[in-house]
């Protein structure tokens, strides 16, 4: 199972990217894919995490720095899971990693990454004014 993140870069404040992470190996459709960020001399923190609701569609959960700027979305068709990140400000420069459980959790354990069984490599985005 390989996951391979993609779309970091340099930005302006107020500026949009949009991340994605592809996946092969396995399928998630099922489970959850999520977003976490690492910035220098921090931990990891959750970004978001889109998880099937055990019917036809997938919920989006986000932390709170992030709500209303931020959103994730799945294209399971093509096995990837994005991010789009508007209105990006300084704060949100870090490592970016996607990551991934192949089953469906409970909604309150989605911030924690010591749950996530598979993670992408990681891509950077800078924010600066």
């Known amino acids: 199972v390989q996951l391979q993140a993609s779309g970091g870069g340099l930005v302006q404040t107020g500026c949009s990217l949009r991340l994605s992470c592809v996946e092969s190996g396995r399928t998630f459709s099922r489970g959850v894919m999520a977003w976490f960020r690492q910035a220098p001399g921090k931990e990891r923190a959750f970004v978001a995490a889109?998880?099937?609701?055990?019917?036809?569609?997938?919920?989006?959960y986000y932390g709170d720095s992030v709500k209303g700027r931020f959103t994730i979305s799945r294209d399971n068709a093509k096995n990837t899971a994005y991010l789009q990140m508007n209105s990006l400000k300084e704060e949100d420069t870090a490592v970016y990693y996607c990551a991934a459980i192949p089953n469906r959790v409970n909604r309150g354990s989605l911030k924690y990454p010591n749950l996530y069984d598979y993670w992408g490599q990681g891509t950077q985005v800078t924010v600066s004014s």
């Open positions: 889109s998880r099937w609701n055990g019917g036809s569609a997938f919920n989006g």
